[in-house]
């Protein structure tokens, strides 16, 4: 039976219920928004559900129930790194003195400017690079920045011809969209079967029309691009800037450095790396460094320090441009630089060899089941192709939906694009030995069942709330209001 509480808000509502009044408006007409035009006025109230708040709290609380996150339980999710995030790090970013306007004037926010400075700061120390902005609220959004300050570099120069951007067949979505979307053409650099960029096919894309080169590393296949040294001297030597989308720095972290590889400009997932709650799309914060010679491209505004110890903000006229509004998603920054000093210089050191280790650890136990077309060491993550014996038809969808009856989150599939049935597991370094091995044992069952019963995983999941669904539809056509939703 379908409890009250568990339909939609709209269905339960019942005339003249209340759950919260405001109180009666006592301002003269001068003082409230009541000059507003008449055109602007609602002539008659919002039709909002009439509930009760009880109701609205069962309402609200079930359905939270009905949610999987990284605190519920294990989280593979491929590229995401849905890895633990530290109760200190929400009792720091809640503190009230933090709580401040945006638009509070430097004197009056002295210490989130000092937090602010302190952050990018430490990020220029982990990188290896000269200075960070904090500004960008994502990673595509820092990829854009990092795009906008290499097209302001040639552009400054005079070099308007510039204007290819290469991106590897294994990037993430977002590199070429970003490049797009600041106006360059995209040239696609193939693979090589060791799933690293093809030096060779790179050679001939370099000529005096390419601004730069944009690489992941470890790359979406959890690889190391080992040929790092030579495509820096060869982009260089052409004159374009390399682009390092550091979303996967989580398994580099205190290994190396990408300003040491010879990158010139960079974004930071503080959601992935530096563990921040980031489910279903948010919030998130992209920081972007450079090297020396480029920090007055950084985008405005910028938070600096005088010589008396003083923090405040300032613009330069070079700068590739404004992408935000104010200083980022500073709740994110909070919990970024609690995390690293909460770890402090050490234990950081200690997460990329962390991350690798489980990773391969998972890898290395489930590879008599599922394929894996690249062997050998793998970062922090590392890619399926499907179950080894395909014979029964069952897909990675299959496989990610009967996962989810065991009480797993799914790993990433289909992506990346290299592999018809990609399975991309990310455990993160957080994960205990026990968790680890619970989720071999049912990745193992599973395979057994597509051998034994296929059925049984074709048409899992059977323990959610809902079943299969058309996510084609969900994603293209969404019904976010009831009133779509009932006119069907
Ligand atoms: C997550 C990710 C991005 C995009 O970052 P957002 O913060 O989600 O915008 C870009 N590149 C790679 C490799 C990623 O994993």
């Known amino acids: 039976m379908i409890r009250n509480y568990d339909k939609l808000i709209f269905e339960i509502s019942k005339e003249g219920r209340e759950g919260y009044s405001l109180p009666k408006n006592e301002f003269k007409e001068q003082y409230c928004p009541c000059a507003l035009p008449a055109n602007l006025k609602r002539e008659a109230a919002p039709q909002l559900p009439q509930v009760t708040e009880f109701d609205v709290v069962r309402h609200y609380t079930n359905l939270s129930n009905k949610n999987f996150g990284v605190d519920t339980g294990f989280y593979p999710l491929g590229s995401c790194t849905m890895k633990y995030n530290p109760r200190i790090n929400e009792e720091i970013s809640s503190l009230p003195a933090f709580n401040l306007h945006p638009a509070t004037p430097d004197d009056a926010a002295q210490g989130a400017l ?151 400009i960079m974004h930071i997932n503080l959601h992935k790396t530096f563990s921040t709650p980031h489910g279903g799309g948010g919030p998130g914060d992209g920081p972007v460094g450079v090297r020396a010679g480029l920090e007055h491209l950084l985008p405005n505004p910028q938070v600096k320090k005088s010589d008396c110890g003083k923090f405040y903000l300032d613009c330069d006229e070079k700068s590739a441009g404004n992408v935000s509004n104010f200083l980022g998603n500073f709740g994110v920054i909070l919990r970024a630089y609690t995390y690293i000093l909460t770890l402090g210089r050490e234990n950081v050191k200690m997460v990329g060899p962390l991350a690798v280790l489980n990773a391969n650890y998972v890898k290395e136990s489930l590879k008599e089941y599922y ?96 079943r299969r669904l058309d996510e084609t539809t969900a994603a293209r056509s969404p019904k976010t209001t009831y009133r779509q939703l009932v006119a069907e």
């Open 114 to 264: 000092e937090v602010y400075y302190n952050l990018a700061a430490s990020l220029a120390e982990i990188s290896g690079l000269s200075a960070f902005t904090l500004n960008p609220y994502a990673g595509a959004h820092g990829e854009l920045t990092g795009l906008m300050i290499m097209r302001s570099y040639h552009a400054q120069r005079g070099d308007h011809k510039r204007t290819k951007v290469i991106v590897p067949d294994s990037a993430h979505g977002t590199n070429p969209a970003s490049a797009a979307v600041c106006g360059l053409e995209i040239v696609e650099v193939k693979s090589t079967a060791n799933g690293t960029v093809d030096v060779e096919d790179l050679k001939p894309l370099l000529d005096d029309t390419v601004a730069g080169i944009m690489m992941t590393n470890p790359n979406t296949l959890g690889i190391f691009e080992t040929e790092i040294p030579e495509i820096s001297r060869l982009v260089h030597e052409a004159g374009g800037l390399l682009y390092y989308d550091g979303a996967n720095l989580n398994a580099v972290l205190g290994k190396c450095r990408p300003g040491d590889m010879g990158f010139d």
């Open 371 to 466: 394929l894996l077309p690249i062997e050998g060491v793998c970062k922090h993550e590392f890619v399926f192709d499907g179950l080894v014996d395909k014979s029964t038809g069952v897909t990675t969808l299959d496989i990610a939906k009967r996962l989810l009856d065991y009480g797993y989150h799914a790993p990433t599939i289909y992506f990346p694009l290299l592999f018809h049935q990609s399975i991309m597991i990310e455990p993160t370094e957080t994960e205990s030995k026990e968790t680890l091995d619970e989720f071999i044992s049912v990745m193992k069952t599973v395979a057994r069942e597509a051998k034994e019963n296929p059925d049984v995983v074709k048409n899992a999941p059977y323990s959610t709330p809902v």
